[in-house]
């Protein structure tokens, strides 16, 4: 792999070999990136020609065939494709990298190792190798791309380039901030296409970026642990214990207390202990009356699952649409489908119950889902079981 610094490239990424792109019909595929991402990517690939790849987060496949592609006249370059979901987040029905089959026949999948329903920090290390080219673009709530670089980030090479996606994916979701978070926090040449892009069809930002790894990053990388001691928006339960095994192996003990510090605050504030003696739910009878076909519940833990024992008690279907921001993590709960919330899309007479015991976190909901439309009359399951 070239060595050349990332901000001084004779060669502008998104106008080298552009042609080689153009090999692959994209309107044939559901990609998530605009031409000028794919193009972005497709030049630095084609210039630099890393050997090990490593993309995290596939969803329909759309980014794993631009690197395929890419890669496609390069043999000894290989690509690892790792996604934690075995389901694309918007839809429970379609596989992760879905897509990819449109395209297998005159792509390089001998050449590619796709990993799914495992986070990379559970897999990173039974790889055996480092990475030359990293593109990340996963769930950009935090912890999300932090934790998932510092897990990573023992495993890159000197002079290794990533790309982050939807760095500026927060002007959609103010929480989707972790991407952002990362890249300003990373010491290292940086590098963005010329043109921007309308993020939300609304405003003109350079919503990707690729970040060079060198000395400063490795020596700065406390950066990033600070930038972990943000409050998190979901405590990634499945996958904590993992990243605390790498953090342990790779990192001193100043930056092992800031993850165990952090990891500890982030886990009282989004799952409190139970209360000792908590009150018992009481029954829907007198609040049935209150729901309608235009209604959906926002939130799926404990709250969500009290609440369809007492409609299965009760002898009521629960035909209601349940959204959670974690709903790729969820198969279903109770046998009910979890959908991930769709944020943009106005609604009218519609309304929601947000089944969240923090209340900083439902107060932020709330504020989301009045955006587009839903009227809030209840915040937590009390409230709603309330007389």
Known sequence: MKKDILSALPI???????EHLAKIDFSAVRSEMFHIERLFINGLIRYYQPKNI?????AFGGGTINILNSINDMPESILVSIDCAQY?????????????????EVLPTDRWQFIIGKDPSEVIDSLGMKFDFVIMDTTHKLPGEVLTFLCIFPYLNDGAIVVLHDI???????YFTATRILFSA???EKLFPESKTKVNNKYDANNIGAVQINSDTRKYISNVFQALTLPWYYYPARDINYARILINEHYDNVMQEYFEETANWNLNLLCPPARMNPPACKKLSSTFHLFSDNIIFYGAGRNIKTLLHEFDANGIPFNYPIWDINANDIIDIDGHKVDFPDFETRVYNSAAIITIDNQDIARAVATQLRNIGFVLNFRTCEEVLAP
């Open 12 to 18: 502008i990424p998104e106008e080298f070999d552009a």
């Open 168 to 174: 500026s994916s927060f002007l959609i979701a103010p």
């Open 54 to 58: 490593l993309e995290i987060g596939v």
């Open 186 to 188: 990373l010491a290292g």
């Open 88 to 104: 694309h987040y918007r839809d429970k029905d379609i596989l992760i990298g879905a897509d990819v089959g449109v395209y297998s």
